[in-house]
Structures are given as structure tokens and as C-alpha cells.
């Protein structure tokens, strides 16, 4: 069971930056692929990006360029960079674990950015 902290969050205005955090409850060395997800009042949830044990890394075409994950596996933490931020990246986000075929979450963290 992989547990998950998300930090970070919080108001910004547009243009402006966060920087999100999140603790894993093991090494994520054993963890498959990280990410973040993120989910709009009204929508459904999508990724935002990953990043593979391997270090390899996806964006969602809309992040492209402004956000940046990265991992820290001596402190069992991947971080998520948001920069350039848009009042349309007004979300909950979530931290996702994928290992051994199964998925876990963390509680989200709000991200809201005015215009």
C-alpha cells in the first residue's frame, strides 16, 4: 500500500508560479511511474504529467513548456514545477502511483489561479 502527501497548493495570480510536492509512503525506486493529475469543477480528471522510473518524462500537450516534474528518490518525492500558470489550470491536483499494475492517489491539493 503506497501512501501519498500532497504539498504545495495554493492561490496565485496568472503568470505567476507553484511548486508542487509530493511524499511517498516507500522508495519510489520500487514505484513504476509517478505523476500528476489534476481535475476541474465539471471535468474529468487527466494527467498532467509523469515520469518513469527511468527518468523519462510526459506532459500533457497543455503544460508543455511551463510545468516540470522531476523526482527526488532520496526523499521519496516527485515535484511538479508550474510555471507560466493559467487561470485554466484552476484544479484540484493529484498525486498518482503506479506500481504493480494497480493505482494509488493522493488526497489533492488546490491549485487556483485568478485572472
Known amino acids: 500500500q503506497v501512501q501519498l502527501v500532497e504539498s504545495g497548493g495554493g492561490l496565485v495570480q496568472a503568470g505567476g508560479s507553484l511548486r508542487l510536492s509530493c511524499v511517498a509512503s516507500?522508495?519510489?525506486?520500487?514505484?513504476?511511474?509517478m505523476g500528476w493529475y489534476r481535475q476541474a469543477p465539471g471535468k474529468r480528471r487527466e494527467l498532467v504529467a509523469k515520469i518513469a522510473s527511468s527518468g523519462s518524462t510526459n506532459y500533457a500537450d497543455s503544460v508543455k513548456g511551463r510545468f516540470t516534474i522531476s523526482r527526488d528518490n532520496a526523499k521519496n518525492t516527485v515535484n511538479l514545477q508550474m510555471n507560466s500558470l493559467k487561470p485554466e489550470d484552476t484544479a484540484v491536483y493529484y498525486c498518482n502511483a503506479w506500481k504493480v499494475a494497480r493505482d494509488y492517489w493522493g488526497q489533492g491539493t488546490q491549485v487556483t489561479v485568478s485572472p
Open positions: 516507500e522508495s519510489i525506486f520500487s514505484i513504476d511511474v
